[in-house]
Nanobody
Framework: QVQLVESGGGLVQAGGSLRLSCAAS????????MGWFRQAPGKEREFVAA???????YYADSVKGRFTISRDTARNAVYLQMNSLKPEDTAVYYC????????????????WGQGTQVTVSS
């Protein structure tokens, strides 16, 4: 069983930065690939960033060049560094774990954290 807990969200002004953390219990690396999603009020959950099965990374076009996904296998954790934040980045951010190939669909992820709120003011 995998449990995921996100932290690091908060209120930040446009142009600012935040670093989200996702702490995992249970063995994830080697068994699962990790990703970040977000969901704004009234909108569907959308893909933000993910690892492939090796060290490859993938990003939504809307965050490419501003967000960076990383991991620390020793700490069993995944991070999302968010720079140059915009008001449209406001959402609840979730980390998730999958053991299937499609990295961008929330339907292929088996485990989810509870989410952390990110609010970007203009």
């Amino acid at each position: 069983q995998v449990q995921l807990v996100e932290s690091g969200g908060g209120l930040v002004q446009a142009g600012g930065s935040l670093r989200l953390s996702c702490a995992a219990s249970g063995r994830i690396f080697g068994n699962y690939a990790m990703g970040w999603f977000r969901q704004a009020p009234g909108k569907e959950r959308e893909f933000v960033a993910a690892f492939g099965w090796s060290t490859s990374t993938y990003y939504a076009d809307s965050v490419k060049g501003r967000f960076t996904i990383s991991r620390d296998t020793a700490r069993n954790a995944v991070y999302l560094q968010m720079n140059s934040l915009k008001p449209e980045d406001t959402a609840v951010y979730y980390c998730a774990a999958r053991n299937r190939a499609d990295y961008s669909s929330p339907r292929t992820y088996d485990y989810w954290g509870q989410g952390t709120q990110v609010t970007v003011s203009s």
